[in-house]
């Protein structure tokens, strides 16, 4: 499964110009007071770097992981363009020895996992941060699979890649007792702080 991602991917970055942009995605910069600079940040599934840059152009102190080798370079090219440092490597998340109470900030953007392994990379993601740290997480709902058909926008194909409220509170039962946990609107884009509620 995962070498046919590291393929899907690379043939996606293969050619000119960046498959999504080189402008951060809008809801990881509508967290702006959540991202001081010197903090820690982990990017898992950084693409071709836009977050991972658009941060350390921020001052904080960047990590990423990506499955795809030429989206990992990309994010380098595009670092050194803009005169920051991203410490990208190539790794497969489903496998990687995830870090535990490391970082201050973990942005995971439209990074899609099977239902079977979801919880597992979502626990890892909430594990990877220190107390205080927040994860900033935004996907696509099952809600796409429609307006896709409508608008012609991207995402999975398929349903079980998909994200949901019910899906998203499942995985952090039990992991949220005492901290802040949103679902921020309806495209299953959520912000989970370690912060306690207030
Ligand atoms: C839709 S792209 C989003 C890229 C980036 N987050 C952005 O917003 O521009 C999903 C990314 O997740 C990466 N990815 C998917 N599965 C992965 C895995 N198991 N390990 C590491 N990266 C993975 C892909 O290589 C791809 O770059």
Redesign the pocket.
Known sequence: M?SE??E??DE??RGEGF??GTAP?AFLASQARYLKPGLHAL??????G??GVWLAQRGLVVDS????PL?VAASKELAKARGVEVNARV????T?DWPVDRYDVVA??????FDSDRPQMHHAMLDALKPGGVLILEAFSIEQLEYKKVHGS?GPKIADMLYSEPKLAAVVVGKLDGFGFGIQHHAAAALRSRVPCG
Request: hydrophobic share 45%; net charge negative; glycine share 14%.
């Open positions: 995962s991602q590291a899907f991917w996606r970055y498959a999504f995605n990017v898992p599934g950084d693409g071709q836009r977050n992981v990506d499955i795809s989206g790794g497969d998340l489903l990687w995971a953007l439209y990074l899609h996992f991207g």
